[in-house]
Nanobody, 125 residues
Framework: RVRLVESGGGSVQAGGSLRLACLASANIYSIYGPYCMGWVRQAPGKEREGVAS???????MYMDAVQGRFTISQDHAKNTLYLEMNSLKPEDTGMYYC????????????????WGQGTQVTVSS
């Protein structure tokens, strides 16, 4: 399994921005072949939800609540996944995890097989 380490979380006021990063210990394609990487979040007392995903061809998917505000991207040379979050809202608060699975993408968090430890995002009203 590849090691995934998230960073970039923090506490911001509503309307602010954060840029999360997920550093992988190796090139994802070299381990999995075609893959999907994604960001998943879980707020206190709420269900886990898939936020965004990106595949080996950089095709992306977003949950409706973040469409137009969040951007997922990857840097293959740096083995790094990013999530740029703009116009943050209190409901964006939660623990954000990056994850990877071989094959096609979906926004179903249960599809992922390998997870990082998460980074906390807190948005104050």
């Amino acid at each position: 399994r590849v090691r995934l380490v998230e960073s970039g979380g923090g506490s911001v006021q509503a309307g602010g921005s954060l840029r999360l990063a997920c550093l992988a210990s190796a090139n994802i394609y070299s381990i999995y072949g075609p893959y999907c990487m994604g960001w998943v979040r879980q707020a206190p007392g709420k269900e886990r939800e898939g936020v965004a995903s990106i595949d080996v061809f950089s095709r992306t998917m977003y949950m409706d609540a973040v469409q137009g505000r969040f951007t997922i991207s990857q840097d293959h040379a740096k083995n790094t996944l990013y999530l740029e979050m703009n116009s943050l809202k209190p409901e964006d608060t939660g623990m954000y995890y990056c994850a990877v699975v071989a094959g096609a993408c979906s926004l179903k968090w249960s599809d992922y097989h390998n997870w990082g430890q998460g980074t906390q995002v807190t948005v104050s009203s």
